[in-house]
T-cell receptor, first 112, second 111 residues
Framework: DSGVTQTPKHLITATGQRVTLRCSPR?????VYWYQQSLDQGLQFLIQ???????AKGNILERFSAQQFPDLHSELNLSSLELGDSALYFC???????????FGAGSRLTVL | GQQVMQIPQYQHVQEGEDFTTYCNSS?????IQWYKQRPGGHPVFLIQ?????EVKKQKRLTFQFGEAKKNSSLHITATQTTDVGTYFC???????????FGKGTKLSVIP
C-alpha cells in the first residue's frame, strides 16, 4: 500500500457519460498529480495541484476537469466520454511540488 | 513543450544478460527520476539524479545523468526475472513543476 488511495479501481461506462475519479494523497503530501496511461503507452501528464491550487497543466482535454479540495483529496471529472478515453488513470502525490511521486494503484476506465 | 524520449521501447533479454535504457530530453532538466512499473502495477520511484554527470548505484542498477543534464541512462547488470517491468524516466525542466515521463522501456527477461 503506497498510501495514495484511488477510487474506484474499475469503472465501465458508455460513450457520452460522465465519471468522477477520486484520489486521497499520502498523509502529509500537499501536491496531487493526475496521469493517463493508455495501453502500452507512457504516462501522459494531465494536471497538478498544490495545496488546493492548480500548479501545472498538461495535455488535458477540455472535457476533463479536476480540482483539489481543502482536505487535499482530488477529483478528476471526465465528461462526454469517448472510446479513446479508456485508460488507466493514475493519481500521484508528493510533499511539495518538486519532490518524487508516490502513485496510487490507478482507476481503470473502460468506455463502451 | 518539454519532451522526454526513451529508447528502446521494448527489450527482451536472456536472464543474466545486461540491459540498458536511454532517456533524452528536448530541454535541460533540473533533475531526472526513474520509476519501475511491474506488470499490472503502478509506477514506483527508484531514484532521483540532480547533479550534472551524477552516477548512482543500487545493487545491480546503475543510473547516470549526462553532463549537459539532457540525457540519462539506466543499466542493469546480470538481469533477473524479478527485473521484469517497464522502466520510466521522468524529468523536470528548470523552474518547472511538471514532471514529464518518457514512454518507458518494457523489459522482458527470458529464464
Amino acid at each position: 500500500d503506497s498510501g495514495v488511495t484511488q477510487t474506484p479501481k474499475h469503472l465501465i461506462t458508455a460513450t457520452g457519460q460522465r465519471v468522477t475519479l477520486r484520489c486521497s494523497p499520502r498523509s502529509g503530501d500537499l501536491s496531487v498529480y493526475w496521469y493517463q496511461q493508455s495501453l502500452d503507452q507512457g504516462l501522459q501528464f494531465l494536471i497538478q495541484y498544490y495545496n488546493g491550487e492548480e500548479r501545472a497543466k498538461g495535455n488535458i482535454l477540455e472535457r476533463f476537469s479536476a480540482q483539489q479540495f481543502p482536505d487535499l483529496h482530488s477529483e478528476l471529472n471526465l465528461s462526454s466520454l469517448e472510446l479513446g478515453d479508456s485508460a488507466l488513470y493514475f493519481c500521484a502525490s508528493s510533499e511539495s511540488g518538486a519532490n518524487v511521486l508516490t502513485f496510487g494503484a490507478g482507476s481503470r476506465l473502460t468506455v463502451l | 513543450g518539454q519532451q522526454v524520449m526513451q529508447i528502446p521501447q521494448y527489450q527482451h533479454v536472456q536472464e543474466g544478460e545486461d540491459f540498458t535504457t536511454y532517456c533524452n530530453s528536448s530541454t535541460t532538466l533540473s533533475n531526472i527520476q526513474w520509476y519501475k512499473q511491474r506488470p499490472g502495477g503502478h509506477p514506483v520511484f527508484l531514484i532521483q539524479l540532480v547533479k550534472s554527470g551524477e552516477v548512482k548505484k543500487q545493487k545491480r542498477l546503475t543510473f547516470q545523468f549526462g553532463e549537459a543534464k539532457k540525457n540519462s541512462s539506466l543499466h542493469i547488470t546480470a538481469t533477473q526475472t524479478t527485473d521484469v517491468g517497464t522502466y520510466f524516466c521522468a524529468g523536470r525542466g528548470a523552474g518547472s513543476y511538471q514532471l514529464t515521463f518518457g514512454k518507458g522501456t518494457k523489459l522482458s527477461v527470458i529464464p
